[in-house]
């Protein structure tokens, strides 16, 4: 054993320069090794940490059948008794925060631009301290004070041209069918981008037509009021689709139903342009 240990330190510092480059090679790849495990782990904790302080807390509860069936039929699976339910969860052990949420989807308009829209509602206060990571660009975050602030991703505010301080209009389905409007003030405009599945015109022309199919089979139940907008706007929606032919169609029904709308005026230049 020991002539074979004296014979490997005799072959390394016979040459010592070719030993030291050796050693460096061995000891720069295990650098680069640690470095870059210590980089992927840092990579899966920040896709973890973001999304548990973005927007889905560590645990999300719902009723059961709501992931299977919650997209067709939302209403009927709200959870009831909220209050009661919250305090329950806030008596557990290491459980920190308790907050509820509500999805919603439908219309939000400017006066001169109408889209469609994905959104939130919650708990300001609680908010703060569940989306800490979410970036607030421009503008600041929502407040207990102002009950119908809200914030706008990136893309959106960019797309109908909002911005901090501007009041906006909303339209969604309630839980009996009609349409209700309500006013939001801008109060923010975050960092979050949408996945492009969610900005494609389909969806627009998908919540503009319930809008016409709920004011077919209940005129009352839509106020004649936003239907020119709802004309513009779903033709402008077919048009930006490639599907001329609907957005003509759809401009022509709009300006004969309401041939004195202020809308009726823009419903002529694109007829006009198409």
């Given at each position: 054993?020991?002539?074979?240990?004296?014979?490997?330190?005799?072959?390394?510092?016979?040459?010592?320069?070719?030993?030291?480059?050796?050693?460096?090679?061995?000891?720069?790849?295990?650098?680069?090794?640690?470095?870059?495990?210590?980089?992927?782990?840092?990579?899966?904790?920040?896709?973890?940490?973001?999304?548990?302080?973005?927007?889905?807390?560590?645990?999300?509860?719902?009723?059961?059948?709501?992931?299977?069936?919650?997209?067709?039929?939302?209403?009927?699976?709200?959870?009831?008794?909220?209050?009661?339910?919250?305090?329950?969860?806030?008596?557990?052990?290491?459980?920190?925060?308790?907050?509820?949420?509500?999805?919603?989807?439908?219309l939000i308009s400017t006066g001169?631009?109408?889209?469609?829209?994905?959104?939130?509602?919650?708990?300001?206060?609680?908010?703060a301290d569940l989306s800490s990571?979410?970036?607030?660009?421009?503008?600041?975050?929502?407040?207990?004070?102002?009950?119908?602030?809200?914030?706008?991703?990136?893309?959106?505010?960019?797309?109908?041209?909002?911005?901090?301080?501007?009041?906006?209009?909303?339209?969604?389905?309630?839980?009996?069918?009609?349409?209700?409007?309500?006013?939001?003030?801008?109060?923010?405009?975050?960092?979050?981008?949408?996945?492009?599945?969610?900005?494609?015109?389909?969806?627009?022309?998908?919540?503009?037509?319930?809008?016409?199919?709920?004011?077919?089979?209940?005129?009352?139940?839509?106020?004649?009021?936003?239907?020119?907008?709802?004309?513009?706007?779903l033709g402008l929606a077919y048009?930006?689709?490639?599907?001329?032919?609907?957005?003509?169609?759809?401009?022509?029904?709009?300006?004969?139903?309401?041939?004195?709308?202020?809308?009726?005026?823009?419903?002529?230049?694109?007829?006009?342009?198409?």
């Amino acid at each position: 054993m020991g002539i074979y240990l004296k014979l490997g330190l005799r072959n390394i510092f016979r040459n010592a320069r070719r030993s030291a480059i050796t050693l460096a090679a061995m000891a720069f790849g295990a650098t680069a090794i640690i470095l870059f495990g210590g980089f992927v782990h840092f990579m899966f904790w920040g896709v973890r940490e973001n999304a548990i302080h973005s927007e889905l807390g560590h645990i999300q509860l719902y009723q059961r059948g709501f992931s299977e069936k919650g997209n067709i039929e939302p209403f009927e699976y709200l959870i009831t008794d909220v209050p009661r339910i919250m305090a329950l969860l806030e008596s557990v052990d290491h459980v920190r925060l308790v907050t509820p949420r509500l999805r919603l989807s439908g219309l939000i308009s400017t006066g001169e631009t109408t889209t469609s829209f994905f959104g939130l509602g919650v708990d300001p206060d609680k908010e703060a301290d569940l989306s800490s990571f979410v970036n607030i660009v421009d503008g600041q975050d929502l407040s207990q004070r102002q009950a119908n602030g809200a914030i706008l991703g990136k893309g959106l505010a960019a797309g109908i041209g909002a911005k901090p301080g501007d009041s906006l209009t909303i339209l969604s389905t309630t839980r009996h069918g009609s349409i209700n409007a309500a006013e939001v003030i801008v109060r923010g405009i975050n960092g979050v981008r949408m996945p492009d599945q969610f900005r494609r015109y389909v969806l627009a022309i998908q919540d503009f037509n319930k809008v016409l199919e709920l004011k077919a089979q209940d005129p009352a139940m839509v106020s004649d009021e936003p239907m020119p907008m709802v004309y513009l706007h779903l033709g402008l929606a077919y048009k930006k689709n490639n599907q001329k032919a609907e957005a003509r169609a759809t401009w022509e029904r709009g300006r004969q139903l309401y041939p004195q709308a202020k809308e009726a005026a823009l419903i002529e230049k694109e007829l006009h342009d198409l």
